[in-house]
């Protein structure tokens, strides 16, 4: 059935009437977790020197991603068997209680532990948000809804960043974590009393062992994750075996022929992998690259990256003009071409005596890419998705991102702490990282086409 075109007041329609609170609500909660997630990128610097974990800077991003992986996909299942109402309830509380935990944490392990109670919280809000544009606004409205989604990162990383770098280096990183729990409050207030019209559902035929998938592909990841940090032959084994587990493991929790890129569904899922996994994963050592080679402040290195979030806002304003019923493989694809474009770039930040602001635009171009891409990839997955398997498809997209993270985080990880080992991390390494980062962005450009169905489908 094709959808009618968004009238012109489609987007006003988001903000009033019975759509209004939950849009509000949404992007309340949203722009809280963006925060957090951007604050924490920011701070991680100062946060690893004081608890002298240098060595293991990616853990505190690839436990989160990992523990999300897990409850995605929980989440994803619970959905499509009760609504969103009581997930996303849960998945708050998780995430709140991580903060707490991370925010208090005297060593490592425990701060890794905060952060995985918060990735476990964070990918069941995710997949429940998702279903909630599903099931609350029409499809006409549906572009809209996910570009305000992306909108909500908007704030948080122009503010974010400023006020995350002022914390640790005046106050104490562990006020970004402390913050959570009090402007959680009002998106509660507003947002929960009103998902019970959304409840029911059909509980997946399937569920037992796509949560046993889950579990396994965790598993998986937690292995590569700690065997290429040990960086000795033990290690590269556990690593090895970790990526076996999560190769067999997700092929029970995407759809159909995604490891081989099949066309339509398939294809569309597994774009948001290679995005994700090059730009999330580059953007763990942009402050810590300028912090380290160029000497500025955690403040200023906060500053670069808040630099990126109106032009993320514009190309997901962009996509949000193109009708529902487009086809989205074409805008992907460019917004895959100028992440990776954009991430190339960055090593003239450290290589040349150019200002450090200048990494500031090559991260905003890159932003604009995702901002283009993103909402597009949602928009392309629901459009071809069965209205009971919404649910599924959404964990599915946010598994896709998890794994492509964490293997990538992995691959750079073990390039930074191999470069710790021998000394000290380089101007080369950090050129390295980022040039391995943007190639798998494209990667993810050259198969962009595939997310058009085929006409035989």
């Known amino acids: 059935m094709t959808a009618t075109p ?35 990128a920011t701070a991680m610097p100062v946060i690893a020197r004081e608890l002298d974990a240098l060595g293991a800077y990616t853990w505190a991003f690839s436990g989160f991603v990992m523990a999300s992986l897990l409850s995605m996909v929980a989440g994803g299942l ?29 060593t490592l392990p425990v701060l890794v532990g905060g ?23 029409p499809e006409e409205l549906r572009p809209k809804a996910f570009s305000v989604l992306s909108a909500a990162w908007v704030i948080p990383a122009l503010v974010g960043p400023l006020i995350a770098g002022w914390l640790a280096d005046s106050v104490t990183w562990r006020a970004v974590f402390w913050l ?6 009002p998106p509660v207030l507003l947002l929960f009393p009103r998902l019970g019209a959304f409840d029911g559902g059909v509980p997946q035929p399937h569920a037992r062992p796509r949560l046993i998938a889950g579990v396994v592909a965790a ?21 090895v075996v970790g990526l076996v587990l999560v190769a067999v493991s997700v092929r029970r929790l995407l759809p159909a022929g995604a490891l081989r890129m099949r066309r339509g569904l398939a294809s569309s899922v597994m774009m948001r992998g290679f995005l994700a996994g090059s730009f999330f994963a580059a953007e763990v050592f942009v402050p810590l690259a300028l912090i380290e080679t160029r000497g500025i402040s955690t403040t200023a290195a906060g500053l670069i990256l808040a630099m990126s ?10 996509q949000s003009r193109l009708p529902a019923e487009l086809d989205r493989a074409a805008a992907v694809r460019l ?54 398997d919404q649910g599924m498809n959404s964990a599915a997209i946010q598994v896709t991102d998890s794994v492509f993270c964490v293997l990538v985080l992995c691959v750079l990880g073990f390039g ?19 040039l391995a980062a943007a190639a798998v962005a494209g990667v993810g450009a050259l198969v962009a086409g595939r997310m058009k169905p085929s006409l035989s489908a």
């Open 6 to 40: 968004a009238e012109p007041g489609a987007a006003p329609a988001l903000w009033r009437g019975e759509h209004g609170p939950v849009t509000i609500g949404i992007v309340s909660l949203i722009t809280l977790m963006a925060f957090e997630g951007i604050g924490t």
């Open 180 to 185: 959570v729990p009090l402007f959680v409050i």
């Open 78 to 106: 619970w959905c499509d068997a009760a609504g969103p109402r009581r997930p996303l309830v849960a998945g708050v509380a998780a995430f709140v209680a991580g903060a707490l935990v991370a925010g208090f944490a005297p």
């Open 309 to 318: 979030a109106a032009f993320w806002s514009v190309g997901s304003f962009a």
């Open 416 to 434: 930074h702490a191999l470069a710790v080992a021998s000394g000290g991390a380089t101007v080369a390494t950090y050129v390295l990282l980022w």
């Open 335 to 388: 917004g895959a071409v100028i992440v990776a474009v954009a991430i190339a770039s960055l090593p003239i930040s450290i290589v040349t005596s150019l200002p450090p602001w200048v990494a500031g635009v090559s991260w905003a171009v890159g932003a604009l890419g995702m901002g283009l891409a993103f909402p597009s990839i949602a928009v392309q997955v629901m459009r071809l998705s069965p209205v009971e």
């Open 219 to 239: 598993v998986g990841l937690l292995a590569c994750q700690d065997g290429v940090l040990r960086l000795s032959v033990l290690g590269g084994l556990e690593a």
């Open 115 to 137: 952060r995985i109670l918060q990735g476990l919280g964070a990918g069941v809000v995710i997949v429940a948000t998702y279903v909630l544009i599903a099931r609350a606004y």
